[in-house]
């Protein structure tokens, strides 16, 4: 297949569930009029909020739902002209939510995805059972491999679903959630090495998401659902600039008002409901620890400025380099202390306010 074609491709695609699940008896449409294409080497990350119909999306894309209306298209052929047996070798998908399979080890599940390619008798090859033992390295399951499912954590058991759905070796990979339930260094690791497999493999990838950032950093597109069905795509740096990602969160929610979206760091937060402490004047070098230490003032309720009155009470950050330890030099009224933490800088300025306020009473 040319490269310039898509690997899946669809086509005015409404997904839902039919009769029996909205309120009515007549169904739910969620993702409606859906037109959209996933090219070799691409990785696209799908995000929205919980229930704008993520996991229904890739459901109906992997073959589990029937579209509701639309056409769906793999390497250019309908999706439901392949028998199951040729899709698994298409397509490698990985749910939310898996099946318990008791006495099953790790190693076993991750070569169950070499089915595909097994003769009918369903034996393994050697060269089947070195693609497993590769996955189970690049997924960091080797001294596990032998354990039991049921015996490793949540996050393990999710690389082991993770390493089935890579030893199909499909030129398309749909994946829920593949970040649920493992830590930061795991997550970043498996989003380097989902971009290695498409840029050195050339797989297509779709991948759903909570994390933004991470998508903001590793994605060549975005697709974005709205609460209104919408799919918008396009590259996340655009999606965050004309604020369609803040919107697609935050538009019609009650709390919205209480949750705002940064921009600069695109990260959703709740500002801090403390007492206003007053102004305080921050400087220093800019970096991680000026950053961190504007974090920890504004959470206790500090307005920082970058210049003001001497009467204001002063924190002055001082780092020769980002790789020395950072050392604050603070100044309230006639009193100055030295500290080497933020957690000693919060314990000389914070009493000093509260003082302020009570003797302003």
Known sequence: MSPSLPLLRTENLTTGYAGGRGSSGEGCRITRNFSGQIFPGEVICLLGSNGSGKSTLLRTLGGFLPPLEGGLF????????????????????????????????????????????????????????????????????????????????????RRAWLGRALAQETPLLLLDEPLAFIDLPGGAAILDLLRRLAAEEGRGILFSSHQIQGALSMADRIWLLTPSGECLQGVGEDLLLRGDLERAYLGDRENSGEVRFSQEEALFFAPPSRKPLGEMVLSGPSGGALKWTRSALERRGFCLVSSGSSELPQVELRQGSPEEPPVWYCTWGEQEKCCTSLEEVLGFVEPSARRKEKDSL
């Open 74 to 157: 793999l390497e250019g052929k309908p999706l439901e002209g392949y028998a199951p047996s040729e899709r698994a070798k298409k397509i490698g998908v990985v749910h939310t939510v898996n099946p318990s399979v008791p006495y099953m080890t790790v190693e076993d599940l991750v070569l169950t995805g070499r089915h595909p390619h097994t003769p009918w008798h369903g034996g393994l090859s050697e060269r089947d059972r070195e693609r497993g033992a590769r996955i189970l390295r690049f997924l960091g399951l080797e001294a596990l491999q032998k354990r039991l499912l049921e015996k490793v954590s949540d996050g393990e058991r």
